[in-house]
């Protein structure tokens, strides 16, 4: 039972590079979900997803991109890595009417 | 608009003695609260839920909240804590009605327990 698994665990990127975290979770949760951390801030909302073909924005959106064309996976593009988006980044996945996010174990991007 | 504080960045407090972690929430709607734990390099995890009726609600590894909805709060609390405790906790509250996946999240309390 994996529960929400996220790949890469780390990864240093370029200004300017792109690439894609990826978030797999084989509970079959309807929603799915993309955070990030930094220190003082707590969590933040970037992209979720109710289900698969439908995504939406959350609070800080800019700079990524996401699609759901299955229910196991969501992944999160950044297109043109800057310097802003260092961070750890948290998947989570929930059953609809479940109300408890499933997390994984996070993905820790540093851009130079 | 919906909002988490918590009141304090960091907490320590010696071994065996008792801990509570403030939260304030902000909400013109109904509200579920959570409050997850985050062990160092891990991801986080669910110590307990307010979804409805009772107020105090219990959860893993002896914690407890209280739900007060005059005072808008939701506190965590630990009658004697434990070296393991030592992690950082984040209060939450569900967006908008009913479950939506999505939580707003408090900046975090980081326990420290000490020996």
């Known amino acids: 039972n994996a529960g929400v698994t996220q790949t890469p665990k780390f990864q240093v990127l370029k200004t300017g590079q792109s690439m894609t975290l990826q978030c797999a979770q084989d509970?079959?949760?309807?929603?799915m979900s993309w955070y990030r951390q930094d220190p003082g801030m707590g969590l933040r909302l970037i992209h979720y997803?109710?289900?698969?073909?439908?995504?939406d924005q959350g609070e800080v959106p800019n700079g990524y991109n996401v699609s759901r064309s299955t229910t196991e996976d969501f992944p999160l593009r950044l297109l043109s890595a800057a310097p802003s988006q260092t961070s750890v980044y948290f998947c989570?996945?929930?059953?609809?009417?479940?109300?408890?996010?499933?997390f994984g174990a996070g993905s820790r991007l540093t851009v130079l | 608009a919906q909002s988490v504080t918590q009141l304090d960045s960091q907490v320590p407090v010696f071994e065996e003695a008792p801990v509570e972690l403030r939260c304030n929430y902000s909400?013109?709607?109904?509200?579920?609260l959570f409050w997850y734990v985050q062990y160092p390099n891990q991801g986080l995890q669910l110590l307990l839920k307010?979804?409805?009726?009772?107020?105090l609600v219990k959860g893993i590894n002896g914690f407890e909240a209280e739900f007060n909805k005059s005072q808008t709060s939701f506190h965590l609390r630990k009658p004697s804590v434990h070296i393991s405790d030592t992690a950082e906790y984040f209060c939450?509250?569900?967006?908008?009605?009913?479950?939506?996946?999505?939580?707003?999240f408090g900046q975090g309390t980081t326990l420290q327990v000490k020996p």
């Open positions: 997803s109710v289900g698969a073909g439908i995504t």
């Open positions: 307010y979804l409805s009726g009772s107020t």
């Open positions: 509970m079959n949760h309807e929603y």
């Open positions: 989570a996945s929930s059953k609809a009417g479940a109300n408890v996010l499933t």
């Open positions: 909400s013109s709607v109904s509200v579920y």
């Open positions: 939450a509250v569900s967006s908008g009605s009913g479950n939506t996946g999505k939580l707003i």
